[in-house]
């Protein structure tokens, strides 16, 4: 678990979509640098008033992880987080047992006069119970007034028996604990925001685990809305940079003999090593030279390097468009901070 800053107010989305409406909640999340996509703010709204977790796909680098995680940071919420791999157990999900020290109760208990058979139920104590990520979140949700966040990470690499594992918590907010009890929280109010993030590549999330969800597809974004996050990730970034940058990410899309397109985050990497070489000259040299955060697979790299003649040309010729979304993404930027500096 990643503890909220204690420091600072903890906010309850639920509470702010209520009372102030998805776009207040949409603006606190931009404050970490997140673009939110209005269909996912929507989504979002509607997820955190069921109480239903949050089931988002799409393609990679499109930024599902860095939503949630900046619905975490925006909201200083405490947040679990559980990555999808082969090899989770229920231990890593749910809970498990320290058995070394419900032996070393028992034989203390019995060392001290009390029956073996009083000794072993009562080593079944929530004092000997390791909770996992994600009932951990449920637990710590019955507990505080303020919900945790729950990110299960690429939720298609999970095997079926923990998909298993996670449908009655995911869909009744608790999980029955063998000799001990029920553990979590009914109250579907109550339940920690859970987010499950899917690339949809290595294997279909069952019905039962999906009918359990709010669902969302994250559409890689449009070349002007990838201009305001640009904005937004790397405000150090001048606004020709940028606009550069929007241009290099655009051709390449375009080119055929590229198969693994350059998505959001190669657009930020790129944009961010850019950063300290401004003012910029452009040249093939330079271009080649960065052609590593754009191609990620050998024969991608090959052909970007027999187009890098085309990718200087493209940042050469006028494109009004991108200008002029720069332009704005800048203007909003800056009026933005205006307005954060006065009600400081």
Known sequence: ????????????????????????????IAQTG???????????????????????????????????????????LPCFYLQGMQGLSLDDVLYSWDREGQNQWVRQATASGKSLAEARRQQWSREYLILGEALGAFDLASERDIAPVL?????????????????????????????????????????????????????????????????????????????????????????????????IINCIRGIGGVTDKPGLRESIDLLTALVGYEPITWSEELIDEHLCFLGKRNKDRANLEKGVARLLQAIRLPHPDIDRWVESACADHVSKLEKSEESV
């Open 1 to 28: 678990m990643v503890p909220r800053n204690i420091n600072v107010p903890s906010i309850d989305p639920r509470q702010l979509v209520d009372s102030h409406g998805q776009a207040a909640l949409g603006d606190l």
């Open 151 to 247: 990110i299960i990470d690429e939720a298609d690499k999970l095997a079926e028996h923990i998909e298993d594992m996670l449908l009655q918590l995911l869909g009744r907010g608790w999980a029955h604990v063998p000799r001990y009890g029920d553990i979590g929280i009914r109250d579907c109010g109550q339940w920690p925001v859970v987010v499950l993030l899917s690339n949809d590549i290595r294997h279909d999330l069952s019905p039962p685990l999906r009918s359990r969800c709010v669902y969302s597809w994250l559409e890689p974004p449009t070349p002007r809305e990838e201009v305001r996050i640009l904005r937004a990730r790397v405000p150090t970034a001048s606004a020709r940079l940028l606009a550069d940058v929007v241009k």
């Open 34 to 76: 997140y673009v939110i996509q209005n269909r996912l703010l929507g989504d979002l709204k509607h997820a955190l008033r069921s109480g239903k977790p949050w089931l988002i796909e799409g393609p990679r680098g499109g930024g599902k992880t860095a939503l949630a995680e900046a619905l975490a940071a925006a909201c200083n």
